[in-house]
């Protein structure tokens, strides 16, 4: 349990080093606010509790306060990073949490068993379309160049004079973030989105990934005296193109064209850095001949090209010349063959003991190719499975009646057509819309597939997975789109998503097995079974603490079943950033993992506000690629809580039940719906414009059909906060009423030893801070029913302090967030400005719900969420 303590404990507070930014910053924001809006100058330094006017006056307000919670967090950002390398200046590189070397020292593996562990080794970041960044794509860049130039302010050696016009540079792009404005005007299209996902690769992530690989063979050399012939897989997945849950604007064109902007990207990045290199090795053959094998093989690269007599007597910035010329004009098969080239220049490079320079200038590009490939990412698809039995429907009524989904009839022609060596003919041409751009996916999958590059399209991940026949309809409108019959070379990833569909997860994929097409087509894939994790739809449908319980049990049970099938399971975890959508600190999460989950590979999604936090420059982008992969590598090696705890699973079966009682009963009080439309802005924000997908899935008006982004974004917004903690108070008090003093210890016993409810329960503490009943007192008077009001907002408020008392019962600290007092600074710092805008916004709320032709949402209203949401860190 020593690291467990070492994971737990709460950070140390703040370095003087931030709290100076903050002070220079803040200087030069209220520069900007004194030129462009000075009377906003004086409200933002009076008494938060005068009130700010509703009319026009609050948008350069609400504006200046939205950039000001923008530079904290960027200020933050920063000191994280220096505080790292300071950490690893003064201590070691072991001494740095979450690094490699740390994790390494911590294990005391031998050499083989390392290696064995690192060929394993994979970490799989997946950007996603879900539309949880309120920030703008030119916003973000100025942000990024505010961060750039906070580093260059790190350094001591600047004059007074120079760091002065460092300081300037950086008020100038402050006024540049308020001459921009954050909102959108228009909604992003598609193709805006594909583009704002690739920045980040070229912004930070292309030269952040060499430099993580370099963290490793340098933690390898400290912890075991030599570096491996391996390093850590990462392999970037997209759903940025490829995610038509829901979203009409992702047709086949488009995935087809985010496929080719991955290419065109990658390749203009390698371009890039292939021109630096040969800018650099200006190495003369007259002054350094290379050994006979290595100069035949490097001059088999320079006849490729046709100017070969360029740079003679440089071989080296004619072989790069010509590598370059090879990839502009499409002439690589492979990605094999490009690094076969790069593998060439270093090994000459070596040969005449240069590795200095082959380290600098070409390895970083070889170790870019092995993880980027010709695609930059893979792209998954991703489809509801209402929409493939739909098809799957509408061509079976082509040559008569389709059965009924759901019915034995309907299982039974599924399977004799997928053992059918040859199905029934269907017209494309009479089928409708839909069915023809499913078919036409899926041809576009087997196309690529098929070609050079097939790690271009990832799986297909189908969301609300509810049985084995979605999952075998699947395989089957494959079939009908051109794949063979033998096997399948298709990834069917289910999405797990209701409770209820991860309890039956296990019988479902025991069911998809059965099927000899199936089975033959899995085991093609090294008897690995994908499957993925949804995080948020399962703690809207039951809760915070039910959906935490469920999703681990869920774990446990799948990778039981498949290893009784010879199977092993791989999970996509569906996370997002806010606590109430699996948000959680990265080392900590994966640590919580149930033993024999992980075992070397993990998948996450990286959603909105999270890509942007933790990739947009390269020192936060390499310090979490590390963390995921130190982390995964710690969890395989030591799984964690063996041997099993029958009384913890037992407590937790009884407090997940209890929560999830708790929390359904909240949602079916009479006029919770309409307490949710009308105690905050949800209908409202599907007027901010931050993403192409609508806010449901198909347009109905009703909690089941909203999507989990939208739930959470809107009790964000009114600090009800209840997706992140409501249930269990409720549970915790019952279970302590029937278990008695024994109930008590197993509790206190679980709080000390188990990582996933010590998780849990710091997770819920912290979103009981950052909640506020007297806010959320302000937002339920926009009820207009009294007695709704009251009886819902009463139990809400109960439920609050029943979850407060639980927290403190198992930490034994009366003050709420007190274990957490970065947060709680942080927090504080920005709270008093947050309860003036929430105040704001109701008052904005009220005026357009009682215009009697409710046009457009005004925009101070829609900058009141853009607000909100900077301060507390996320939307969704």
């Not at 993880?371 to 991703?382: K, Q």
């Amino acid at each position: 349990m020593q690291a467990l303590a070492r994971n737990i404990q709460s950070t140390p507070n703040p370095s003087g080093y931030a709290e100076e930014l903050r002070s220079e910053l803040h200087a030069l924001w209220q520069n900007i606010l004194m030129k462009r809006a000075p009377h906003v100058a004086t409200w933002a330094e009076t008494e938060p509790l005068q009130p700010i006017p509703t009319g026009s006056e609050a948008t350069p307000y609400l504006q200046a306060l939205s950039i000001w919670f923008q530079l904290l967090r960027i200020i933050d950002e920063n000191a994280e990073v220096r505080d790292r390398r300071m950490t690893e200046t003064l201590n070691g590189a072991e001494a740095v949490e979450g690094g490699f070397a740390e994790v390494l020292s911590d294990l005391s593996l031998t050499e083989s068993q390392t290696k064995k562990l690192t060929t394993e080794l994979c970490a799989g970041p997946t950007l996603t379309a879900h539309p949880t960044e309120a920030k703008r794509v030119t916003v973000l860049e100025i942000h990024r160049r505010i961060y750039r130039n906070l580093v260059s302010l790190e350094t001591q050696r600047w004059t007074p004079t120079e760091r002065a016009e460092l300081l300037n540079g950086l008020e100038g792009e402050i006024d540049l973030l308020w001459l921009t404005g954050e909102l959108r005007l228009s909604r992003p299209s598609l193709h805006d989105e594909i583009e704002w996902g690739l920045q980040f690769f070229r912004d930070a992530i292309f030269d952040a990934v060499p430099q993580v690989m370099d963290r490793f063979d340098q933690a390898c050399v400290h912890v075991l005296g030599r570096t491996l012939n391996e390093t850590p897989d990462i392999s970037f997945h997209s759903w940025i193109g490829g995610d038509r849950d829901g979203n009409p604007n992702v047709t086949t064109e488009m995935t087809a064209l985010a496929l080719q902007r991955g290419r065109e990207t990658v390749l203009e990045l390698y371009q890039q850095a292939l021109d630096q290199a040969a800018s650099r090795l200006s190495i003369s053959a007259l002054i350094l001949p290379l050994p006979e094998s290595n100069r035949a093989r490097v001059q088999k690269i320079v006849d490729r090209a046709p100017d070969g007599g360029r740079n003679r007597n440089e071989p080296f910035r004619q072989a790069l010349n010509a590598i370059r010329h090879q990839l502009t004009n499409s002439g690589y098969d492979h990605i094999s063959q490009f690094i076969s080239d790069l593998d060439a220049l270093d090994a000459a490079l070596c040969a005449v003991n240069a590795g200095i320079l082959a380290r600098r200038h070409i390895r970083p590009l070889r170790r870019a190719a092995s993880v980027f490939g010709f695609r930059t990412t893979t792209l998954d698809i991703r489809q509801n499975s209402t929409v493939t039995t739909d098809v799957l429907a509408e061509i079976w009524g082509q040559t008569g009646q389709a059965p009924e989904y759901g019915t034995p009839e309907w299982s039974a022609r599924l399977r004799a057509e997928l053992a059918d060596q040859n199905l029934p003919y269907q017209n494309r041409d009479a089928l409708s819309e839909q069915a023809q751009e499913l078919l036409a996916l899926l041809t576009l999958v087997h196309s690529v597939r098929s070609g050079p590059d097939p790690k271009a399209i990832g799986p297909f991940i189908l969301s609300m997975t509810r049985s084995a026949d979605d999952i075998l309809g699947v395989y089957l409108l494959a079939r009908y789109a051109g794949f063979g019959s033998e096997t399948l070379d298709i990834s069917v990833v289910p999405l797990f998503e209701t409770i209820a569909d991860l309890r039956n997860a296990p019988a479902i994929l025991v069911d998809v097995l059965g099927v000899p097409l199936a089975r033959r087509s899995l085991k093609t894939g090294g008897n690995t079974i994908e499957v993925m994790l949804g995080y948020s739809d399962s703690g809207k449908d039951g809760g915070f603490f039910c959906s935490t319980w469920e999703l681990e049990r869920a774990q446990r049970r799948i990778v039981s079943v498949l290893a009784s099938q010879g199977f092993k399971a791989t999970f996509f975890h569906g996370r997002g950033g806010s606590v109430s959508r699996g948000g959680a600190p990265t080392g900590r999460a994966i640590a919580a993992q149930p033993s024999g989950t992980i075992s070397g590979r993990l998948r996450v999604t990286e959603q909105g506000e999270v890509v942007s936090t933790k990739y947009a420059n390269r020192g936060t982008a390499a310090a979490h690629l590390e963390l995921l992969l130190s982390s995964t590598l710690r969890h395989t090696a030591n799984p964690g809580e063996t041997p099993a705890r029958p009384e913890f699973d037992d407590a937790l079966d009884a407090l997940s039940e209890l929560s999830q009682t708790a929390y359904v009963s909240l949602l079916q009080m009479p006029g919770f719906l309409d307490y949710f439309q009308q105690a905050s802005p949800v209908e409202e924000l599907a007027r901010l414009k931050i993403g192409s997908r609508p806010a449901r899935r198909f347009g109905a008006a009703s909690l089941d059909d909203l999507r989990a982004i939208p739930w959470v974004f809107a009790w964000s917004q009114n600090r009800h906060l209840i997706t992140g903690w409501y249930g269990f108070g409720a549970a915790m008090a019952n279970f302590r009423k029937f278990r008695g003093q024994r109930g008590d210890e197993v509790l206190q016993d679980m709080f000390q030893h188990s990582r996933l409810f010590r998780l849990a329960v710091d997770e819920m503490e912290k979103s009981l801070y950052q909640a506020d009943m007297s806010i959320a007192a302000l937002y339920s008077e926009l009820v207009c029913d009294e007695e709704t009001r009251q009886n819902i907002s009463q139990a809400i408020h109960a439920e609050y302090e029943n979850a407060c008392r639980a927290v403190q019962f198992l930490t034994g600290d009366q003050t709420i967030g007190h274990r957490f007092p970065r947060l709680c600074e942080r927090f504080d710092r920005k709270r008093a400005e947050l309860a003036r805008i929430h105040a704001l916004q109701v008052e904005l709320l009220r005026q357009v719900r009682n215009e009697p032709q409710a046009g457009s949402v005004p925009v101070p209203l829609l900058q009141s969420m853009n607000a909100i949401s900077a301060g507390l860190g996320w939307t969704g």
